[in-house]
């Protein structure tokens, strides 16, 4: 039984040092860019509120890498034509963090579902089958931090 037990307390003992190398193999480097994804749903006051938030985080975090995943009400902002609640188109501002690298994705079970032609979306859009799919595969498989605004 004691030698059972000194085998079983060696392979704990032995788990236990390789525990924290195999942590730090899974963390970012110090200076790897911050991966986020803005998940919107919720219409075009939601929007306004994350183009707000995404210029602020560009500004405290220009090497941010921004996924910004829209699905329901959520893509309405990225229909042509679409304007803020004070009338005040949104393609300018969606060309500006565009071209400062977020990227703008949009569910095609939502346009599937709400009769929406692709050809109608921002030109800086792109088309996903699913937005939560899309949302969660980001988060489990690239490691994106998940922000609601």
């Given at each position: ?49 994350a183009i707000g938030n995404i210029r602020n985080h560009l500004a ?13 009400l959520g893509i309405d902002f990225l229909l042509q034509g679409a ?67």
């Amino acid at each position: 039984m004691n030698l059972l037990r000194r085998r079983l307390s060696a392979a704990a003992i032995g788990l236990a040092a390789t525990l924290p190398l195999a942590v730090l193999a899974q963390a970012p480097a110090a200076d790897a860019p911050i991966k986020v994804v803005y998940h919107l749903s919720e219409g075009i006051p939601q929007a306004s509120r994350a183009i707000g938030n995404i210029r602020n985080h560009l500004a405290a975090d220009p090497k941010a890498r921004i996924v910004v995943v829209t699905h329901g009400l959520g893509i309405d902002f990225l229909l042509q034509g679409a304007t803020n609640q004070m009338d005040q188109p949104f393609a300018g501002s969606i060309a500006d963090l565009a071209n400062k690298g977020v990227e703008f994705r949009v569910c095609n079970n939502t346009l599937v579902s709400r009769k929406i032609d692709a050809s109608r979306l921002a030109m800086e859009a792109n088309v996903v089958p699913s937005g939560v799919a899309e949302v969660a595969r980001l988060q489990a498989r690239e490691g994106f931090v998940y922000l609601r605004p």
